[in-house]
């Protein structure tokens, strides 16, 4: 096999996100950190926005059957801070 073809482990993962619909009805996309994501008027919204944030990266959209609601007061895992902070400090910089 050969490994040129490999792809680098710096490549970061393109975000996955979940959605659904929540109680009520409503579209909803969040990302898989907690830190992207809304409620949509339809699918085709909801899914414009997942292309739009993940850059159209195929395999990165996850369909949840049951009830999915959008959960704002979730803390973005450490990950996403610190990638958030990171940006922060670019622009300062």
Sequence with gaps: MDTNDAEPPS???PPLFLI???GRG???VQDQNGVRGGLFV??????????????NQPGAIVAVSGVLELDLNRKPTTTARAADNTTR???VA
């Design 11 to 13: 490549c970061p993962k």
């Design 20 to 22: 659904g619909r929540d």
């Design 26 to 28: 409503n579209w909803v």
């Design 42 to 55: 339809d699918r085709a919204e909801a899914l414009r926005y997942v292309r739009f944030e993940n850059g």
């Design 89 to 91: 400090e670019r622009r």
